[in-house]
Nanobody, 120 residues
Framework: QVQLVESGGGLVQAGGSLRLSCAASGSIFSVSAMGWYRQAPGKQRELVAVATSGGGTNYADSAKGRFTISRDNAKNTVYLQMNSLKPEDTAVYYC??????????????WGQGTQVTVSS
């Protein structure tokens, strides 16, 4: 089993900043990718940013230039620094982690989600 614990959501005014954290624990042998997705009311879940164990990153166009994803591989933790937040960034943000367990099985888990609300 793999557990993901998220923190850092909240209410912020437009133009403000928030930092999300997600720590993975459990029967982890490796974490190949950790990322953040978000889902606004009435919309599908969408990618925000993802970081691979090799240091590669990928961002949604809406996040480029404003959000920064980073990883602490020693702690199996991923962070999302969000700056210049806009009301349209309001959503539930979900952490995702994929990799292999100590038994050699592939896993892909989601966190419980953390609410980010940006007021205008």
């Amino acid at each position: 089993q793999v557990q993901l614990v998220e923190s850092g959501g909240g209410l912020v005014q437009a133009g403000g900043s928030l930092r999300l954290s997600c720590a993975a624990s459990g029967s982890i042998f490796s974490v190949s990718a950790m990322g953040w997705y978000r889902q606004a009311p009435g919309k599908q879940r969408e990618l925000v940013a993802v970081a691979t164990s090799g240091g590669g990153t990928n961002y949604a166009d809406s996040a480029k230039g404003r959000f920064t994803i980073s990883r602490d591989n020693a702690k199996n933790t991923v962070y999302l620094q969000m700056n210049s937040l806009k009301p349209e960034d309001t959503a539930v943000y979900y952490c995702n982690a994929a990799g292999t367990t100590v038994w050699g099985n592939y896993y892909n888990y989601w966190g419980q989600g953390t609410q980010v609300t940006v007021s205008s």
